[in-house]
Nanobody
Framework: QVQLVESGGRLVQAGDSLRLSCAAS????????MGWFRQAPGKEREFVAA????????YYADSVKGRFTISRDNAKNTLYLQMNSLKPEDTAVYSCAGRRYWSTGWDTKNGLTYDYWGQGTQVTVSS
């Protein structure tokens, strides 16, 4: 059984930085790509960033491009999200997700196509 556990979320002020982590475990864990999604109260879940695990290709939502950086540590099976210049509108529960197989034309932004999900970590940005 695969488990994804996020950590690092907390209350910060606008302009601050924060790094989220997502530790993957489980004998059968393998992922071609992993991503971060977020959901604010009363809003739909939205894509934040994704990374192709073996090639380090990265993908970002326009709203975070230039401020957030997704990365991974293969040896530790850990995914990261470095968030800089945080804004109040970044407040949300951030969840990591994994997809087992890569396919040409796969839409990294579509959360329905991911196979594994973590429980999420709360990020609150005060103004």
């Amino acid at each position: 059984q695969v488990q994804l556990v996020e950590s690092g979320g907390r209350l910060v002020q606008a302009g601050d930085s924060l790094r989220l982590s997502c530790a993957a475990s489980g004998r059968t864990f393998s992922a071609a790509a992993m991503g971060w999604f977020r959901q604010a109260p009363g809003k739909e879940r939205e894509f934040v960033a994704a990374i192709r695990w073996s090639y380090s290709n990265t993908y970002y939502a326009d709203s975070v491009k230039g401020r957030f950086t997704i990365s991974r540590d293969n040896a530790k099976n850990t995914l990261y999200l470095q968030m800089n210049s945080l804004k109040p509108e970044d407040t949300a529960v951030y969840s990591c997700a994994g997809r087992r197989y890569w396919s040409t034309g796969w839409d990294t932004k579509n959360g329905l196509t991911y196979d594994y999900w973590g429980q999420g970590t709360q990020v609150t940005v005060s103004s």
